[in-house]
């Protein structure tokens, strides 16, 4: 073989180069090697990349202190999981702390390297992961919220949602099978009519949709029903991805599946974007660029090929016919006597102290489940009818409210500066104040979604928001300030688009009256009317 045969066409760049010099998933042997070395002494390639693969983030903004990321499949765990959890961020007292994340997930904050390889026996033994909750790997897997509760559900997506991780993690012991993705990969299954995952804006997402399957019907793998019915699955999307350079909503790949066949079509699309997907230029690395670059019929043709049999075409229309429901609140579930109960975690903190109240709640009052939503809330199911009363009683409601005001109901804030590196704005005490200080000035009948985001990287989905805002740099009075682009328009449940931008650099010091006319103008807001005493 030549040397030019050898030779890549294009340099690999920095990420590529360090992937292909170690893989990510190589650190989860070597912690207690990290752990004795300390932050300062390992190789740095190693601390601020590749221990990225078991969900340790460094964060130049608290050297030292580390971010870790769960898996939570579907958003779910138990209370034995919260409770260690807490455990972890309890021990660095009012440096630790949790995020719940736009992906139905935890982070927690302050962690120390020497701790990690207790802290990974603690969460092996209540069965809890981090694996491959970073860089170029698929993040948490969102599912339906209120799976196997709400009686209009069309799909409970639990097992599915568990099965696809298992697949991808190798049971959450770490797959290097998918530890090498060009970038990362987001994927999302819709159980229910409201789309309560934002389908559109994974790489890989699956909307609920009836198919007519006549008798007769011959397709390699498929049911030949005796008689005309109409058969539950999938509608397949692709593609869907925000970044700093590009936004786009997921496309119609045309396939519809069977639930059995959905873990195999997730395998075959990761694997034909593992082996395809571009990789010279990380701006470009997402799914959607190759298919840009392929064209979506040969892009379906490589899957079915992977796949090994054909798939069928999607069906004209799928079953996202509602708005979007929030779970804020006490709601019936499907089984007689429970109830499911939705609290306000404004903009998803949390300290070890409420971490441990929400695991005693659901022990208390429910079956010891606990869910978390995309809008960084919390749910506990199954709570009897007979003990409600009672849970209205506890004191944590009041900090973590089942009716929170309209603005603080459906406000959703990345990271930001407080631990973020990308971030041009702190984001989530500002988000807070913010709406506490309009609340105080107007009267709003109906909840408007506002998200903050640091930075163009989008991780507070301001484009599916009523409002979004960007962090950016600003000017004012010649001086540089913090400041934000305003989004407006996304909209979400049935009919879902994303919102657009509409004003740019705003100084974040002027934004209170401008989201002030805005939510007069566009969302039914009323001034208060003070009355002096
Ligand atoms: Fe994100 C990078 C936080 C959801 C798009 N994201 C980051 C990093 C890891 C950057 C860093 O190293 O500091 C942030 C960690 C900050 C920290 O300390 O918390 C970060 N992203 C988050 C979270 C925690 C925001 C939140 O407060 O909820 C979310 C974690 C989800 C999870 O549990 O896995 C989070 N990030 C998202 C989403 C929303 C989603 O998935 O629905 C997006 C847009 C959707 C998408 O990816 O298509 C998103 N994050 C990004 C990007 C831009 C990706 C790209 O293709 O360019 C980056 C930058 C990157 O990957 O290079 C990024
Ligand atoms: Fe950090 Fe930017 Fe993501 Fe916010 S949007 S968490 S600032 S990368």
Known sequence: MTDSATTPKTSLNKFEKLKAEKDGLAVKAEIENFASLG???????DRDHRLKWVGVFFRPVTPGKFMMRMRLPNGILNSAQMRVLAEVVERYGDEGSADITTRQNIQLRGIRIEDLPDIFNRFQAVGLTTVQSGMDNVRNITGD????????EL???????????????????????????????NIAIAGGRDNSVHAEIND??????FKDVSPGYISPGYISPEKSEKIFGFNVLVGGFFSAKRCDAAIPLNVWVLPEDVVAVCRAILEVYRDNGLRANRQKSRLMWLIDEWGIDKFRQEVEQRLGKSLLAATEHDEIDWEKRDHIGVYKQKQPGLNYVGLNIPVGRLNAEGMFEIARLAEVYGSSEIRLTVEQNIIIPNIPDSVLASFYTENILKQFTINPSPLTRSLVSCTGAEFCNFAMIETKQRAIAMMKALELDLELNR??????TGCPNSCGQPQVADIGLMGTKARKNGKPVEGVDIYIGGKVGKDASLGTCV???????????????????????????????
Not at 39 to 45: H, I, V
Not at 161 to 185: A, C, H, W, Y
Not at 504 to 524: A, N, S, T
């Open 39 to 45: 932050w300062e002494a390992m190789d740095e390639t």
């Open 145 to 152: 919220a209120v799976a196997g509760l709400d009686a209009d």
């Open 155 to 185: 799909f409970d997506t639990r097992e599915l949602v568990q099965q696809i991780q298992d697949m991808i993690t190798n049971s959450g012991q770490g797959n290097s099978e998918f530890s090498n993705l060009p970038r990362k990969f």
């Open 204 to 209: 890989l997402a699956f909307v609920p949709a």
């Open 447 to 452: 909840p408007v979604r506002i998200h903050w």
């Open 503 to 533: 004003t740019k650099g705003v100084p974040c010091e002027d934004l209170q009256p401008v989201l002030h006319d805005l939510l007069i103008e566009h969302f039914g807001a009323k001034p208060k009317v003070l009355i002096n005493s």
